[in-house]
């Protein structure tokens, strides 16, 4: 069982910068794939980022390629998403989940967070 928390979300103007967390309890963090989701309102949830678990692969989706960077602290069972030059289309509740298998498949990941709120104003 991995239980995970996300803070760092917030209101923040475009071309803006945040730095998400994902706090993971349970002793399979370090064996686990890490992947970050978001759901726009009317929208589906969407895949933005995963990361392997020695961290030495990493997959992004399209629309945030250069701009985000997924990171992962084992030592502290933590995973990060770094957001740069935010744009007001990021705009989303993000989600970080756990899983075995890099996938952009929401559906892989058997463990999720509650999600925190990223508005970026224009």
């Known amino acids: 069982q991995v239980q995970l928390v996300e803070s760092g979300g917030g209101l923040v103007q475009s071309g803006g910068s945040l730095r998400l967390s994902c706090a993971a309890s349970g002793r399979t963090f370090s064996q686990s794939i890490m992947g970050w989701f978001r759901q726009a309102p009317g929208k589906e949830r969407e895949f933005v980022a995963a990361?392997?678990?020695?961290?030495?692969?990493?997959r992004y989706a399209d629309s945030v390629k250069g701009r985000f960077t997924i990171s992962r602290d084992n030592a502290k069972n933590t995973a990060y998403l770094q957001m740069n030059s935010l744009k007001p289309e990021d705009t989303a509740v993000y989600y970080c989940?756990?899983?075995?298998?890099?996938?952009?498949?929401?559906?892989?990941?058997?463990?999720w967070g509650q999600g925190t709120q990223v508005t970026v104003s224009s």
């Open positions: 989940a756990a899983g075995g298998v890099l996938t952009t498949r929401a559906s892989s990941y058997l463990y």
């Open positions: 990361i392997t678990p020695s961290g030495a692969t990493t």
